[in-house]
Structure formats: C-alpha cells, structure tokens
C-alpha cells in the first residue's frame, strides 16, 4: 500500500464535476448545481440556489473504478501549464477539480473556461477516462431535474 500512496493513490480527497448549459433550465442541467464523490464514497449532488442537495453513497465496485482512475494523479503530476486545444461550443462548461489532502485543488479538466478551449491538466488520455467516468457517476446520481425544495 505504501507504494500506491506515493504515487497518488491516498493522495485525493474529493473529485467534482460542474456544468453549465446555456438552452435549458438549470435544474434540467447535469452536473449545474455540482456533483463531487470522496475518498469515502459518498456523492453531493448540489446545493442548489434554494440550497437543496442530493447525497448518497456510490457502490462499491464504482469506488474501485474511481479509485483506479484517480491513481495516476497527484498535485506534482498536475503541476504545470494546461494543455489547451480547441473544442465546445460557446454557453457550455464543464470542470472538473481534485482536491487533494493537503487542500490544494487543481482543474484537471475545463471545457469552455476559455471560449471555445478545452483545457486539461496532466495526461489527457487519463484525465479524458477519469472525467468519462465521472460524467457517467453523475448520469446515474445527479438529479434530473434538480428538485427546487
């Protein structure tokens, strides 16, 4: 175990993924209001505006996954210049931040922070498979629509 701690493993506290999507209603936005998973396996969807929230626990076998996922990454293999290309269409945003134990917090991903950019910090193809994995953690728990209260 202790070797997979130098290289990350233990290293993250939290992953979270926000949207914004300009041609639809926020609560029937996924991801509007955030959603974020923790090292313990519990998911925050929200809080909205209103301050409702969705909380929950993600299964076993998707931790695992997750985990998998988040080894590769750690503030020193994040370190640096974001690697920006083009792609998205203007009034779309998605992010994604790792906060890490020592409450440092690095956008690995960011679609549409720059017009038409997308941004990745780290290796795209492993942070392209993290944020693929997250996306589809927040289809299955993220509220569609947000409820208001």
Not at 91 to 103: E, K, L, N, P, Y
């Amino acid at each position: 175990m202790k070797e997979a701690v130098g290289k990350g493993f233990a290293n993250w506290r939290q992953v979270r993924e926000q949207t914004t999507c300009e041609a639809m209603p926020d609560e029937n936005c996924l991801g509007r209001y955030g959603f974020a998973v923790s090292r313990d396996g519990s998911y925050l969807a929200g809080p909205s505006p209103e301050g409702t929230k969705s909380i929950g626990q993600i299964q076993p076998g998707e931790m695992q996954q997750l985990e998998a996922l988040m080894l590769p990454l750690s503030p020193e293999a994040l370190g640096g210049q974001a690697n920006c290309t083009k792609g998205g269409s203007p009034g779309i945003r998605d992010q994604v931040d790792v906060t890490f134990q020592d409450q440092s917090i690095v956008r690995i991903y960011d679609l549409g922070g720059s017009v038409g950019q997308l941004c990745i910090r780290g290796s795209r193809p492993e942070v392209e498979r993290l944020h693929e994995y997250l996306h589809k953690l927040m289809a299955r728990y993220y509220p569609v629509p947000f409820a208001r209260n």
